[in-house]
């Protein structure tokens, strides 16, 4: 008899084998599936063979566009594994893949670092406030800082070899994939190499007690900052401190006599000082940052002094030179010694490497650390200091605006502009907004023949500016696309060692140089070899070969299956070898199997939208981001990348109420004109970002992941549905970026206009700027507009999102409507049980006159888009689910935690709400129901008129 467990588990079986077909059989034209990675990964977690074949395959791929965007898109469910599910494995599986990845892309590693410098406060012994933490987990804890630790020990290093293999390739030593091959195993066995070199943390995993006998630590009077209790006095403690890794620690006790860890602070950025002014006690001395204060007494001038050198030195410098002494009274001199030694012995590159990150870090930190200080000012006055302020923001010679991935075009930050800063006075908090002048298409040494690109992306700029040899005189030899046939692999005879150092042995690889077929092209220093050389370099090209091929067995596998299986770089696990093996018996027993809910429809890929330049035009200087750009010449160019029928003059009268009777490209033309410029080389833009503090915006992150995911499903279902995603960015648990939403106000700013319509509502505001409903521009726009309620409708409903009052629903220049402010997500909602948005998402009379009314055209329309919409969302649920599933383990989200949402509570009514269970038939019926509960609903109303009463935003 068949068991409940027995057929759960051959539902799981079953799915696993899906995934692995979907990896490894199915013909992904080329691509590698990350979704689909990701979510094999996820389910085979128990499983660290699978996991680690996993791994091994993404980083034998890492050369590869849509490798790097896939896990850049699915870095938060990434880094959430390799925090939560690996500190309980033996091998540092995940952390290594992120260290190869890592050597390849510093923006990678920088993306991943504020990740884990939020982790680190999440689970660190106590809050800001000076509590104890209630998720105080040394085991995540010490681990967040090992990983932070090795990424940047990697990103400094990289692969060492390298050079040596570049030089090799160019006395045609070695072909272009003999470079790689050896490439990717120099930047493996180094990666393993410093994951295994700091594999003991400073922190005992289970205890919270330090473990390295050798790390620098002793006594010092502790006074907290703040009170336990109104009624105690805050007396002075012996405490003893412990410094390793840039980190503060602080022990009850000896940690070798028992000692427990009641308090850390990271120390990078930290003001070490004596204290100010008249000290009531002798010796004192304070170490602060944004966060935490700490405030001591020595036991004399001396050893004050000591223990304020050495903090300012680990605050100072990179995590690369840790302080560790040899003995206890002459630590101060050796770790400046071994610090300026180390430091000596980097390398040109390496040193350029580590410049770089730490500056563009402390670049971050410094807007970041913008708001946090303007928020402790009046708010009479942050208006007025906001340009100072900005004005002082220190701008390293190579920095970046982060919000973008490593396939983006790079933009160097040139200067500020401190006259338009703009400030958002709230209660809690002051974000910033602050623009800067970018530059593209700058010259680069390392580019052949001194060339400017001004469509050079992040990854390409990074190597050829700090992945090049400084040593050679001359720039690479050109190299060919990396030809995909799985057969020039077997040129290689021997197999590679690896000597002493960790490196890549010479000696010891034997290569058969077969003639001309061995390289891809002719390795004459043609011009068009030249091209193709800096991108080479880089990314690997597209595939010659046929995108599929049959295997012995006759089953259909895709390219990167058979160069995996030809190459045999890793032992396949029994459980993807039988999957490959049984795949045709597999899908005819599907069919007799109930199916669970994460299991219960097919997968297809679904590519993620970008916003990309314009399509097959490779020459092209147009940006990405509309507005205006200034060329190398000097001359203004206006960039509108939509064009929608709408006409001029409607565009006028839309931007005297949405953006103050100058559009963002108008500003931007200003602004570049206003400037001054020293540099007549690039092409310079403009930028925005928005500044936080004191606001946690992982869950936004996460939410706004959710939203590009469905953004890329309806493209995929060639759906007209319109939804603006845009760049969040967490640098920390309190503190992070967002992009700047440019020709758009709120609704609730619009409906405050002088100008708006004192009757009739959105409609009247309609007519009066896009003209009479039967013109092309009225039509236009509300068409804009119904196809994004359509979009913001869906993700509303799917991703529950709450709190939709009009401060949180923005409209553009052209009638979209854009949704912002993520706080409340998943059914978390105002008021919880008590909320009054009980409707599936907002549709209210307004929304309903500018469509035309329930019998109108356009409203059919958004009904047939909606049902559309959410049938492709439906069916497309397997990846959402395990974004979501991901997440949710051991999370601090709000919308995953407490006694409301905690406990699975978020995932069910997330598949509650994709109607998994239902019947294809009844979906259209169902949709529908959806749209006729929200049209002018109650719930709605009321949460309106309370936002109204409450917070002064008009309905």
């Not at 996993?54 to 938060?76: C, N, Q, T, W």
């Not at 410094?243 to 950025?269: D, I």
């Not at 170490?287 to 300012?312: C, G, P, Q, T, Y």
């Not at 005819?588 to 890929?605: C, G, L, R």
């Amino acid at each position: 008899m068949i068991t409940r467990e027995d057929l759960m588990n051959k539902r799981h079986d079953e799915f696993r084998n899906s995934l692995i077909n979907d990896v490894f059989v199915m013909d992904n034209e080329g691509k590698v599936p990350m979704d689909k990675v990701m979510l094999l990964i996820w389910q085979c977690r128990d499983d660290t063979g699978v996991v680690e074949f996993m791994a091994k395959f993404v980083a034998k791929h890492a050369h590869s566009r849509d490798v790097f965007d896939g896990i850049e898109f699915y870095l938060p469910q990434f880094a959430h594994m390799m925090i939560h599910l690996e500190a309980n494995w033996t091998d540092s599986i995940l952390e290594t893949l992120a260290l190869i990845i890592s050597q390849h892309s510093i923006h990678f590693a920088l993306q991943l670092n504020w990740i884990l410098e939020g982790a680190i406060e999440d689970y660190q012994p106590e809050t800001p406030e000076g509590k104890p933490n209630e998720d105080f987990n040394p085991l995540y804890y010490s681990r967040c800082i090992k990983l932070l630790c090795n990424i940047e020990r990697c990103v400094v290093y990289g692969t060492p070899r390298r050079h040596e293999l570049q030089r090799l390739y160019e006395k045609n030593q070695i072909s272009m994939d003999e470079y790689l091959i050896l490439e990717q195993s120099d930047a493996r066995f180094n990666a393993a190499q410093i994951a295994d070199n700091v594999r003991d943390s400073v922190i005992d995993s289970k205890t919270g007690l330090l473990i390295d006998t050798k790390i620098t630590g002793g006594e010092l009077l502790y006074k907290r900052h703040v009170r336990t209790s109104r009624c105690k006095t805050k007396p002075w403690k012996t405490r003893y401190f412990a410094v390793h890794e840039r980190m503060l620690y602080c022990y009850n006790r000896r940690p070798t006599e028992g000692g427990r860890l009641v308090r850390a602070m990271p120390l990078e950025g930290a003001k070490i000082h004596k204290t100010r002014g008249k000290a009531k006690y002798k010796h004192m001395f304070e170490v602060h940052n944004l966060h935490f204060f700490f405030r001591m007494r020595a036991k004399d001038d001396s050893e004050r002094d000591m223990w304020i050198n050495l903090l300012k030195e680990e605050s100072e410098s990179s995590v690369l030179y840790p302080h560790q002494s040899r003995s206890k009274t002459s630590f101060k001199d050796t770790q400046l010694k071994q610090s300026t030694q180390i430091i000596d012995d980097l390398n040109q590159w390496q040193k350029a490497r580590y410049d770089f990150f730490k500056d563009e870090r402390d670049f971050v930190r410094s807007l970041c650390d913008l708001a946090e200080d303007l928020r402790f000012k009046n708010r009479e006055e942050r208006k007025q200091l906001a340009p100072g302020l900005a004005k002082g923001v220190v701008i390293p010679p190579t920095v970046y605006v982060p919000m973008c991935n490593s396939t983006d075009i790079w933009r160097r930050v040139g200067s500020t502009i401190p006259e338009d800063t703009r400030v958002f006075n709230t209660k809690e908090r002051c974000p910033v907004i602050l623009y800067f002048v970018t530059k593209r298409g700058e010259k680069l040494s390392a580019l052949p023949k001194d060339k400017k690109d001004v469509n050079l992306d992040v990854a390409e700029y990074m190597r050829f500016q700090f992945g090049a040899d400084v040593e050679a005189a001359a720039p690479p030899k050109a190299m060919a696309p990396i030809n995909e046939n799985p057969e020039i692999f077997m040129g290689i005879e021997s197999t590679l060692t690896e000597d002493e150092e960790g490196g890549i042995n010479r000696k010891s690889v034997t290569i058969s140089m077969e003639p001309s077929s061995t390289r891809t092209q002719d390795d004459s220093d043609s011009d068009d070899s030249d091209q193709m050389s800096s991108v080479a370099m880089v990314w690997a090209g597209p595939s010659k070969q046929p995108k599929s091929s049959l295997s012995k067995s006759g089953v259909r596998v895709n390219a990167q299956a058979s160069r995996v299986l030809r190459e045999r770089f890793a032992k396949i696990p029994v459980k993807v070898s039988s999957s490959l093996r049984n795949i045709k018996k597999s899908r005819s027993s599907k069919q007799a199997v109930e199916k669970s809910m994460i299991e219960q429809v097919s997968m297809s890929m679904v590519p993620i939208v970008e916003t990309k330049m314009l399509e097959d035009d490779d020459c092209s200087v147009v940006s990405n981001l509309s507005g205006s750009m200034k060329t190398a010449d000097g001359g203004i160019l206006q960039i509108e990348n939509e064009k929608d029928g709408i006409e001029s003059q409607c565009l006028q009268k839309s931007k005297s109420f949405i953006c103050g009777n100058e559009t963002w490209a108008e500003k931007t033309e200003r602004l570049l004109r206003e400037v001054k410029d020293s540099s007549g080389e690039a092409t310079s833009e403009i930028y925005g970002v928005m500044a936080k503090s004191n606001d946690d915006l992982r869950q936004e992150m996460f939410v706004m992941q959710m939203i590009h995911y469905y953004k890329s499903v309806f493209a995929n279902a060639n759906l007209p549905i319109w939804l603006r995603t845009y760049r969040i960015l967490s640098t920390s648990k309190s503190t992070g970026l967002i992009e700047v939403l440019m020709d758009a106000t709120s609704i609730d700013g619009l409906k405050k206009s002088d100008k708006y319509p004192k009757e009739g509502g959105m409609r009247a505001y309609f007519e009066m700027v896009y003209g009479k409903p039967t013109t092309d521009s009225f039509r236009a726009a509300q068409k804009n507009f119904m196809t994004s309620l359509v979009g913001y409708s869906l993700v509303s409903y799917l991703i529950g999102l709450k709190d939709r009052h009009n401060g949180n629903i923005m409209i553009d220049l052209r009638g979209h409507l854009i949704h912002i402010d993520f706080g409340f997500a998943m059914g978390m909602a105002p008021g919880h049980e008590f909320s009054f948005e009980r409707a599936p998402f907002k549709l209210t009379k307004d929304y309903m006159d500018v469509m035309g009314g329930k019998d109108s055209d356009c409203f059919k329309e958004f009904r047939r888009l909606f049902v559309e919409g959410f049938k492709a969302a439906r069916a497309n649920s397997q990846i959402a689910l395990g974004l979501v599933e991901i997440m949710m383990y051991k999370s601090n989200f709000p919308c995953f935690t407490g006694s409301r949402y905690g406990g699975g509570i978020g995932s069910k009514r997330f598949q509650d709400r994709l109607m998994l269970r239902v019947e294809e038939q009844y979906i259209e019926m169902r949709a529908n129901n959806l749209i006729d509960m929200s049209i002018n609903n109650k719930g709605t109303k009321l949460y309106d008129q309370f936002q109204k009463l409450t917070n002064g935003y008009e309905i």
